[in-house]
């Protein structure tokens, strides 16, 4: 997704979510600076090599663990939104990616990428404390951010990790796209917070997301290049 066709998208998600464009701006700066100080950040055709024309994206869901149970994931590239990574390393999987805004289980997040997996962190108005003390830990980082792209932070479009792994995707070239773990709806799943000890009942703030998520996923489907499918809980 082009910065102009993401944009209309970004100015109602600033309006309905009350946050602020200057503060994501600011984000995206930090971002950019604590890339060039820790030189260990990658550029997008570093990437685009790991990603296979088959991904599977791996979402917080409720439906998550079972799917991991029962599925094989061997024949595509495996990319993790935040949480996710947990359930896959105790599921015995290594993701290939990993797209987080750095409020997943840092310690899993950590884990991941020691064992291989890349990082693309994201930058928002609201993680800048998190940034400051995490980036400087990880390896391998490609950053992002939701205001206008710079040099080294790339804006691929998308919102939450979930619906933002599937963008990155696209862009570095998957063409079939199997999303994991999406149910969105009313249940939250357990692994979508650190501090969530169960699937919990959708708060507002979090049901505005799924809903910008769902619309975004919908817009890939028609204007991407790949193929999209969502593994559902009785397949
Ligand atoms: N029912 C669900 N529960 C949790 N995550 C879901 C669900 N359905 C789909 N997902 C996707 O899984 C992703 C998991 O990432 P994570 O839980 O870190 O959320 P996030 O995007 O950082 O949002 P937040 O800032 O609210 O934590 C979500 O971004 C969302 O796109
Ligand atoms: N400013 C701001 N931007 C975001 C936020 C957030 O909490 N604040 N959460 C996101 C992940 O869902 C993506 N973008
Ligand atoms: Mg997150």
């Known amino acids: 997704m082009e910065w102009k ?42 990437l685009a090599a790991v990603v296979g024309r088959k991904a599977y994206v791996f979402g917080c869901g409720p439906s998550l663990e079972k799917a991991l149970a029962e599925h094989d994931f061997s024949d595509g590239t495996l990319i993790a939104a935040d949480g996710a990574t947990s359930a896959l390393l105790d599921a015995g999987l290594l993701p290939d990616i990993v797209v987080t805004d750095l409020d997943g289980r840092i310690p899993d997040l950590k884990l991941a990428n020691d064992r291989g997996a890349f990082m693309v962190i994201h930058a928002h108005g609201d993680n800048v404390e998190k940034m400051a003390v995490y980036v400087p830990m990880f390896s ?5 951010c939701q205001t206008e792209p710079l040099d080294i932070v790339y804006n691929f479009g998308g919102f939450t990790d979930g619906d933002r792994a599937a963008f990155l995707a696209e862009e570095l070239g998957a063409r079939e796209i199997v999303l994991v ?55």
């Open 5 to 46: 066709e993401w944009e209309p998208f970004y100015m109602r998600i600033v309006r309905e979510m009350g946050y602020s464009a200057e503060e994501d701006r600011g984000a995206a700066e930090l971002l950019r600076a604590l890339l060039l100080e820790g030189d260990d950040y990658i550029l997008r055709d570093e």
């Open 140 to 144: 391998r980082i490609l950053g992002t």
């Open 181 to 235: 773990g999406f149910d969105f709806g009313e249940i939250v799943g357990r692994w979508s917070k650190p501090g969530l000890r169960a699937h919990s009942p959708v708060w507002e703030s979090k049901r505005k997301k799924f809903e910008f998520a769902r619309e975004l996923l919908e817009w890939l489907e028609k204007n991407g290049r790949a193929r999209l499918k969502y593994l559902t809980p009785d397949e």
